[in-house]
């Protein structure tokens, strides 16, 4: 069998009866699926659910589908939310532009842009010259 990849990481939330176990339950079927856990938290325990973050490590996005079908088969579980590193990453926002040196009014700004277009003026040979 192929190894897993921390590339191919997903994170699935899943929520069982305190009776069936969750946790055991759970962590056998990624195992025995030939997932790799990377990371358990529980979300939520109340006496009617608890509720489970499991990190793991798959070969593919094929091998993440087959570990998400298989824990939905169990009729003691159920698969909340699975996430990807990727999507994960978006949660906080997008990537940011920040200025270096403070700007702390309007014309700041304007001065700042206009030396911009004075900087690429200058260092644009003359065929390729922005249009300003």
């Given amino acids: 069998m192929a190894a897993t990849s921390p ?8 929520e069982g009866p305190p009776s069936a176990q969750p946790v055991a339950l759970a962590t056998t079927v990624i195992t025995e699926a030939g ?13 009617e659910k608890v509720v489970l973050d499991i990190t793991c490590d798959t ?3 094929a ?4 570990i998400t079908i298989a824990l939905a088969k169990n009729p003691e579980l159920t698969v909340r939310k699975v996430s990807d590193r990727t999507f994960l990453l978006h949660l906080g926002g997008k990537i940011e532009i920040q200025s270096k040196v403070p ?5 700041s ?4 842009h206009q030396a911009l277009h004075v900087f690429v003026r200058q260092s644009l040979p003359t065929q390729q010259m922005l249009v300003a």
């Fill in 103 to 107: 700007l702390p009014v309007m014309i």
């Fill in 63 to 66: 091998h993440a589908d087959q």
């Fill in 59 to 61: 070969i593919d996005s």
């Fill in 35 to 47: 997932a790799t856990i990377t990371a358990l938290d529980v979300v939520e325990s109340l006496l």
């Fill in 7 to 14: 590339g191919y990481a997903i994170t699935i939330r899943v």
């Fill in 109 to 112: 700004l304007v001065l700042t």
